[in-house]
């Protein structure tokens, strides 16, 4: 590994590999889910415009990236909220099961 400082007290290190924790739900699985790791999957039914995701690891501050996994006709994802403890993924309704991976940054 190496580390390089960019400013005032900010420092990148860099390494061959990183590895986070996830859980994939799986397929057939739809709606709310407790996922209390940093990166994971979660499915939304047809129709359907918002999940919500329970994670120990979550803030009100903590910065969520959310990407539909399947290529759905209509479904995407429009805006994740967090809240103390969990976060709300919003999407347009989807016409079938539509997976969506996720990744918690703090």
Known sequence: TSALTLGTGVNLVAAADVALGKTITAPGTTGAQTINKSTGRVNFAAAATSLVV?????????????????????????????????????AVAPTAEMAVNFSVTN
């Open 54 to 90: 329970t994670n120990s690891l979550v803030t009100a501050n903590s910065i969520i990236n959310a990407t539909a996994a399947t290529n759905d006709a209509t479904g995407y994802v429009k805006s994740v909220v967090a809240a103390a403890g969990s976060f709300t993924i919003y």
